[in-house]
T-cell receptor, first 114, second 112 residues
Framework: DAGVIQSPRHEVTEMGQEVTLRCKPI?????LFWYRQTMMRGLELLIY????????DSGMPEDRFSAKMPNASFSTLKIQPSEPRDSAVYFC????????????FGPGTRLTVL | QQQVKQSPQSLIVQKGGISIINCAYE??????FPWYQQFPGKGPALLIA?????SEKKEGRFTISFNKSAKQFSLHIMDSQPGDSATYFC???????????FGTGTRLKVLA
């Protein structure tokens, strides 16, 4: 099992550019979560999907952020336009649902917006 | 009410000592309390978890103590080792959802 896969691992971009982060959850997992981690705010849940449907997006900071899950094996988090304050590590996690409680995290994408 | 307050922010312990990290919450709808361990450059990984109907859970050197009436829970690491040096996050899950609220993290350093 390859675990949760995220790409790219590092992204450096300039303010105003569009950024797309990608995630492949563990096969068979039907819940997917996007988190943002910063020193100031810790680990924040941005959005989560269950069976490819967005369930709670209350953590999405503003309209510049959007997330999609077109199928069970792929999700994207897009920031357009990006700003320096978006610089953070973005994690994707998945969970098998049902009675399972554990969220399995990917290695993260470190985003730097100049 | 959705917050989980974690302390201390950082902790330095001698090898062989006991590391203790505390968390407190307000929301009585939380029904699952995991602890995650994160090494630099890696994603968090589940360490140990507890449900509120149990006061203590032990797995090897790691123990969660849970005080439902005080709405507090803590992680104890016995015989701390340099390999335990990492950031530890407590979390709480809203009943009926898969949504976790994470604490702010504790950076633990165990001196050799």
């Amino acid at each position: 099992d390859a675990g949760v896969i995220q790409s790219p691992r590092h992204e450096v971009t300039e303010m105003g550019q569009e950024v797309t982060l990608r995630c492949k959850p563990i096969s068979g997992h039907n819940s997917l979560f996007w988190y943002r981690q910063t020193m100031m705010r810790g680990l924040e849940l941005l959005i989560y999907f269950n069976n490819n449907v967005p369930i709670d997006d209350s953590g999405m900071p503003e309209d510049r952020f959007s997330a999609k899950m077109p199928n069970a094996s792929f999700s994207t988090l897009k920031i357009q336009p990006s700003e320096p304050r978006d610089s953070a590590v973005y994690f994707c996690a998945s969970n098998s649902g049902g009675r399972s409680n554990e969220q399995f995290f990917g290695p993260g994408t470190r985003l730097t917006v100049l | 009410q959705q917050q989980v307050k974690q302390s201390p922010q950082s902790l330095i312990v001698q090898k062989g000592g006991i590391s203790i990290i505390n968390c407190a919450y307000e929301n009585t709808a939380f029904d699952y309390f995991p602890w995650y361990q994160q090494f630099p450059g890696k994603g968090p990984a589940l360490l140990i978890a507890i449900r509120p109907d149990v006061s203590e859970k032990k797995e090897g050197r790691f123990t969660i103590s849970f005080n439902k009436s005080a709405k507090q829970f803590s992680l104890h690491i016995m015989d701390s080792q340099p390999g335990d040096s990492a950031t530890y996050f407590c979390a709480a899950r809203n009943r009926g959802t898969y949504k976790y609220i994470f604490g702010t993290g504790t950076r633990l350093k165990v001196l050799a």
